[in-house]
């Protein structure tokens, strides 16, 4: 059995040789107490690695508290002061790398290769957020009425929460948390239950920088510990990330009491390939778009669109590529795709190839059937090729969330753009052409948040937000990039006047007053 992550991390758990991980409160791990637990896998060689304590209302209770005292001290410190902490910590993450991604292939699967990536785009938004200074200037105007200034200005909100799915179990709460917490909140992350290494290991390091105890904590459990945190009346902000069934009960509990909520729910990406790509790189960019990270990303590409004639090549090289990829431990070299996460998720992808061979689609690559030497027990599945399918199919309509690629056939651009504009999911969708004419018209007429043109995962940089649009996000805000600092932060307008004397005093004034 492989060790615990870290000797601080866990105690000794009930079955030899596994660990129990608890949360992170108050700058210190604190072992779980309840019963409540549940397994933490290694998907690679399928074995339990961990067993996680999951929060009850006691831990929650104190998290929230301790978050809520730290608030004060921590809102009250300069910009400048919080954006130093936040240089330390990306100065620690850097030294930390290789054991964080080692981490996150452990819990997770994906390849050591895209945990480095991972990594790199969440360190990507503490640098973002190391310019705090500057993104909280508010505006000023001089003189709105003789003697009569104004401006603006953001304040933090308090404690702020984040709930975060599996296959980014660092990326995506460093949407989160640096920039929460650089405006001046104190933070409490629920990460995934399935992959709680990283996460936990990530808070040390941040009180490893000189962060404050209590300022980033992380409480570990399951929809029962979320309830209890979106029930806290002293949690202020809510943001999630995960799929839409939950995203949507996130927002309405959340927004029923009374927080601010963003709520980031699942997806379906299109990649049209017109006639006129370039259908090499078309084809590279749907296969590793549709199975890196074993299509668990929000931002994969699930459906290939292909338009008129690019259909019959750009399907025979999918299949060929797709057959010939290199499935394995996600921390072997040369390995393209690594296990999915658990067994249940296996199981769930493995049906949705079942309802597509019902539904009429063709199955040109199955997937189904994969066995690793050395490693039999691992949850391992292969990339899958379905072509023709239509979208009255539940593979085209629902997320699979798996390497599941399917091939509709359109004759247009305009069919193309009809089927993006009227699925339920409108996170990410590209384009591949050589026309800047398709080009433009697609950027502007599809809908969906987030769009590639020659790229098939457009994922903003940090400076810039995230979002997908209709049922992949709910609330109005993107997360991270300007959004971020939006959302973590509540605008104030000053308007002042400093009369010379008292003399000055004109008495009442019954109208709403009227400057200029
Ligand atoms: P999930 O919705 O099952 O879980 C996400 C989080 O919610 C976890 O922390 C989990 O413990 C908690 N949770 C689960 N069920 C709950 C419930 N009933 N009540 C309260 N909390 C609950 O998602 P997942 O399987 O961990 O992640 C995969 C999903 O996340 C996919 O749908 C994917 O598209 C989505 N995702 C979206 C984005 C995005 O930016 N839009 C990014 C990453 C992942």
């Known amino acids: 059995m492989s060790p615990c992550p870290t000797p601080d991390q866990a105690v000794q758990g009930t079955a030899p040789g596994i660990c129990r991980l608890g949360h992170y409160i108050g700058g210190k791990y604190r072992p779980q107490n309840s019963a409540r637990t549940g397994p933490v896998y290694e998907p690679a060689s399928g074995m339990l690695r961990a067993e996680l304590g999951y929060a009850g209302r006691d831990e929650v209770e104190t998290a929230v508290s301790v978050a809520a005292a730290a608030f004060p001290a921590w809102a009250g410190l300069p910009p400048l002061r919080r954006a130093r902490v936040l240089f330390r910590y990306r100065e620690i993450l850097e030294t930390q790398r290789a054991a964080l991604a080692e981490l996150i292939t452990r819990e997770h699967g994906k390849t050591l290769e895209d945990a480095h990536g991972e990594l790199q785009r969440g360190i990507e938004v503490v640098e973002f957020a190391c310019g705090i200074p500057h993104l909280l200037k508010g505006e000023y105007s001089d003189s709105v009425s003789a003697g009569v200034d104004s401006w603006s200005l953001r304040q933090p909100l308090g404690v702020c929460l984040g709930i975060t799915p599996f296959n980014f179990p660092a990326m995506v709460p460093m949407w989160m948390y640096p920039i929460a917490i650089a405006c001046g909140n104190t933070f409490v992350l629920k990460p995934s239950e399935k992959d709680p290494s990283c996460p936990l290991r990530l808070a040390e390091l941040f009180t490893e920088a000189g962060l404050p105890a209590g300022v980033f904590n992380v409480v570990n459990g399951d929809q029962e510990t979320v309830n209890a945190l979106l029930a806290e009346p002293r949690v202020a902000a809510v943001s999630f990330v995960g799929s839409t069934p939950v995203a949507e009960h996130i927002y309405s509990v959340a927004g029923r009491n009374g927080k601010r909520v963003q709520a980031l729910g699942g997806a379906k990406n299109h990649l049209v390939v017109m006639p006129d790509a370039d259908l090499e790189r078309a084809a590279d960019a749907l296969i590793g778009s549709a199975y890196g990270s074993?299509?668990?990303?929000?931002?994969?590409?699930s459906v290939a669109v292909a338009v008129g004639a690019a259909a019959d090549p750009l399907v025979a090289n999918l299949a060929a590529r797709a057959r010939a990829l290199r499935i394995g431990p996600?921390?072997?070299?040369?390995?393209?795709?690594?296990p999915l996460v658990t067994p249940d998720h296996r199981k769930r992808v493995r049906s949705y190839i079942e309802v597509g061979l019902a539904e009429g689609a063709v199955l040109l690559v199955d997937g189904?059937?994969?066995?690793?030497?050395?490693?039999?027990?691992?949850?391992?599945?292969?990339?899958?090729?379905f072509d023709r399918v239509t979208p009255a199919m539940r593979i085209y309509r629902e997320e699979i969330f798996g390497p599941v690629l399917s091939v509709v056939r359109v004759a247009d651009l305009d069919t193309a753009l009809e089927l993006i504009n009227h699925h339920e999911y409108g996170n990410g969708a590209a384009l591949f052409t050589r026309s800047?004419?398709?080009?433009?018209?697609?950027?502007?007429?599809?809908?969906?948040?987030?769009?590639?043109?020659?790229?098939?995962?457009?994922?903003?940089?940090?400076?810039?937000?995230?979002?997908?649009?209709?049922?992949?996000?709910?609330?109005?805000?993107?997360?991270?990039?300007?959004?971020?600092?939006?959302?973590?932060?509540?605008?104030?307008?000053v308007t002042a006047?400093?009369?010379?004397?008292?003399?000055?005093?004109d008495g009442p004034d019954f109208s709403l007053p009227a400057f200029g």
């Open 497 to 505: 006047r400093w009369p010379e004397t008292s003399g000055d005093n």
């Open 368 to 385: 189904r059937d994969c066995s690793i030497a050395g490693y039999e027990n691992g949850f391992y599945i292969a990339p899958s090729l």
């Open 294 to 301: 074993a299509g668990e990303r929000c931002m994969s590409i």
């Open 436 to 493: 800047g004419g398709a080009a433009r018209r697609f950027a502007h007429a599809a809908h969906a948040g987030m769009i590639g043109i020659n790229i098939p995962v457009p994922v903003p940089m940090a400076f810039h937000s995230f979002g997908g649009w209709k049922r992949s996000l709910f609330g109005p805000l993107h997360i991270h990039g300007p959004d971020g600092v939006r959302f973590y932060t509540r605008l104030k307008t």
């Open 330 to 338: 996600g921390h072997q070299l040369n390995v393209d795709m690594g």
